[in-house]
């Protein structure tokens, strides 16, 4: 699968998982430290509308509703047709704190973005969170070579510290972990 195919799996995914939930579900906490279910959809809407910003050298829009789960399915439209634009994946990105980037990065940071969030959201609800995995082994690759500054890992950063998991666990756990979550959260 491609990088763009692989981007719009994970938003699939998340639109899948979303179109189930209830409104008990949107105060429940999320693996995502302080976040509770509507936060993290909240978050999954303003960042795929600032990718989209991003991409097209313009300032993210507001969501077009109140309702995010019509907004993220908005929002994932125009990033995917942002993303598939012409030259996008070679082309060169500002790409928010992390300075000028080639597009197929920029990408690549929001399929793993989303596909952890889409575990993020079962574990919250309470199902099971195991990624496919080809899904997840390909964010597996693409998220070992973040670094471990302050502007991507830790306080403030985009992901927690990694958490240890071991070599011979699943692949979903050790991406989660990876990227800061322990695979055991309860939820």
Same mark, same amino acid.
């Given at each position: #699968?491609? &990088? &763009? ?9 998340? &639109? +899948?998982?979303?179109? /189930? ?6 105060? #429940?906490?999320?693996? =995502? ?21 991003? @991409? ?9 509703? *109140? *309702? #995010? @789960? ?17 030259? %996008? ?5 500002? $790409? ?7 597009? +197929?990065?920029? %990408?690549?940071?929001? $399929? ?9 959201? =079962? ?18 690759? #693409? ?8 502007? @991507? ?9 990694? @958490? /240890? %998991?071991?070599? /011979?666990?699943?692949?979903? *756990?050790?991406? %989660? ?11």
């Amino acid at each position: #699968m491609d &990088l &763009l195919d692989l981007n719009r799996s994970s938003l699939d995914l998340n &639109l +899948k998982l979303m179109a /189930d939930l209830e409104e008990a579900h949107l105060d #429940m906490a999320t693996p =995502c430290a302080g976040w509770t279910v509507y936060e993290l959809l909240r978050h999954q809407v303003d960042s795929t509308l600032a990718f989209t910003a991003f @991409v097209r050298g313009t300032s993210p829009d507001d969501p077009a509703d *109140d *309702d #995010m @789960v019509t907004a993220y399915r908005a929002a994932t439209d125009a990033v995917t047709e942002a993303f598939r634009a012409d030259g %996008v994946l070679e082309r060169r990105v500002e $790409f928010a704190s992390f300075g000028t980037r080639p597009g +197929k990065e920029l %990408v690549a940071a929001h $399929f793993v973005d989303n596909l952890v969030h889409a575990w993020d959201l =079962c574990r919250a609800i309470g199902i099971d969170g195991t990624l496919d995995t080809e899904l997840a082994t390909a964010a597996y690759r #693409m998220a070992r070579h973040y670094p471990t500054t302050p502007n @991507v890992r830790g306080p403030g950063g985009s992901f927690a510290m990694p @958490v /240890d %998991v071991p070599e /011979d666990a699943p692949i979903t *756990d050790r991406l %989660v972990g990876l990227l800061g979550r322990s695979p055991n959260w309860p939820a």
